[in-house]
């Protein structure tokens, strides 16, 4: 059985600081405003490493998200019989 840990291994330090990122730029905080939250000195790490082009590609993230969500549903069945 899969415990609460090993669904979240893929969660390290930089996809949660660049999750943070996204929701602030999202939510209409300006570059500095996020560089100051993620401790920053330079707006450019900010902006060069954590926070997205302003290009959205809405089909591009709908295929995105579908995948990963078959991928977890897959990981969550229960195999049937010996593993191979």
Same mark, same amino acid.
């Given at each position: 059985?899969?415990?609460?840990a090993?669904?979240?291994?893929?969660?390290?330090?930089?996809?949660? #600081?660049?999750?943070?990122?996204?929701?602030?730029?999202?939510?209409? =905080?300006?570059? /500095?405003? &996020?560089?100051? @939250?993620?401790g920053?000195?330079?707006?450019?790490?900010?902006?060069?490493?954590?926070?997205?082009? #302003?290009?959205?590609?809405?089909?591009?993230?709908?295929?995105?998200? =579908?995948?990963? /969500?078959? &991928?977890?549903? @897959?990981?969550?069945?229960?195999?049937?019989?010996?593993?191979?």
């Amino acid at each position: 059985m899969r415990s609460l840990a090993d669904e979240l291994g893929w969660v390290t330090a930089h996809v949660f #600081r660049k999750t943070t990122a996204t929701i602030l730029e999202e939510s209409g =905080q300006s570059p /500095r405003q &996020i560089a100051d @939250q993620l401790g920053h000195a330079q707006m450019t790490t900010t902006m060069d490493d954590y926070v997205g082009r #302003r290009a959205r590609n809405p089909e591009a993230a709908s295929h995105l998200e =579908q995948a990963l /969500r078959d &991928i977890h549903e @897959q990981g969550r069945q229960t195999p049937e019989g010996p593993a191979i």
